[in-house]
DNA sequence: AGGTTTATAGTCGGTACGACTATTAAAGGG
DNA sequence: CCCTTTAATAGTCGTACCGACTATAAACCT
């Protein structure tokens, strides 16, 4: 190693962890592993794993992704790098630095244990999940970070299959904030951003499942970004 | 290391990458450093270092904060973590894994090369620097993130002193974005969000060296967030 | 004193958004 | 087959907020 001194630093283990969120009946789910050897033996974790050398974390994480889902195509899926966690102690075994991601994903099917023995299920999150290690942490933060980006940016279309109704597209903004909102108030808003959605031509209906009159579909547009953004409404709960 | 498998794993160096930026005389500067060494021999370089031990990723970024630019007391300087770069081939002569971070100073004197031997400068931020290794882009998504913030958090105060007069504050983001604001339309909504800011009890003017009628002094409030959130002007530079 | 400079106060019109009502198009039940 | 139910779509109204602009106040300079 030229032009270091061998000595001067420590070396790490670098790790991926993986928020995996996706909506299943209308309620958030993360995909969650079953820890099968200490510490934390028998607890739910986030799957993840060990960066290769020749790969950057990102490549990691999609790796993994591919992986724990069993998905065969995962190019298309929005991930997004959170942060690293790095405390001294957060793997009792050794030094650990992970670099965590969040990624989005239309309803999926029940994997089944792609490449780890581990077994992998969607749970439903309620925010108050006991994880192994700092990961119920990396979730919190995860929900954090989808949820104020759903008010600047067009990613709630990756929630969403190619195809879908803004039902479809108001209940991941309900579901994500737990909060309800206006449905022809959220229409008008997202209609009048440019590149948002844009209709399908011929879209009448999905295969009507459904009572009611049938939604027409929409496909996301080109635009990343929303101006002016789609506010949540502020809280209530003013602390006093 | 019970548990795990001992060449499972690649072991990496840790380092942090700091993006320390400032207003001096209405532009926006960036602490930079001269290599002194190979590979990218006396070009300027983001300030940074390994991760030590017993430190997580901010302990450290902290402690170099306050090594590179010699101030006493780093603890109340604003310190972000940005993301993590992880590029393979980010640094030629190893693996070497970096979490960059972004600090926000008021004006801040001339570092007298505090720990290490290489010099420091404050350099004119113009989006264009040539720098070492992936730095250039570790800056240019500083400063994204940094242009984003100020849109809807108070971070703004955190490049002002702990006095500061409104007109001090709207140089913020005039300088940040690179784009003017109106004046009163800016008193109004920083006035108008509670916990922004708040007046000092007896504050007249500061130290009137200039002309003109002297303004008003504040100080950083309470709140940490914008809602509704204030939206720098929309780009006319829509590109077809 | 008069003019310059900068801070502060106030006005006005348009846009956007929250709350709400009305209409339309399907499914289902008697 | 009609009538109810359900959900999507259309439209209305009032208000908060914001951009653009004008007016006043308080300092300094010559």
Redesign the interface.
Known sequence: ????DKY????????VDLAVLTLRAGALHVLLVERG???YLGHWALPGG?????????TAARRELAEETGLADVSGLHLE?L??Y???GRDP???V?S?AFAALLPDAPEPHGGGDAAQARWLPYDGTEPLAFDHDRILADAHDRVGAKLE?TCLATAFCPPEFTLGELQQVYETVWGTGLDRPNFRRKVLATPGFVEPVPGGAARLTGGRGKPAALYRAGTATTL???L?RP?REGRSA
Chains 1, 2 share one sequence.
Do not use: C, I, K, N
């Open positions: 190693m030229p032009g270091y001067a630093f420590e070396p790490f283990a670098v790790t050897q200490e510490p060990f960066v290769l050398p020749d790969e950057s974390a990102e790098q942060r690293t790095s405390e001294p075994r050794m030094r630095v670099v600047y101006h002016p953004p506010l502020p």
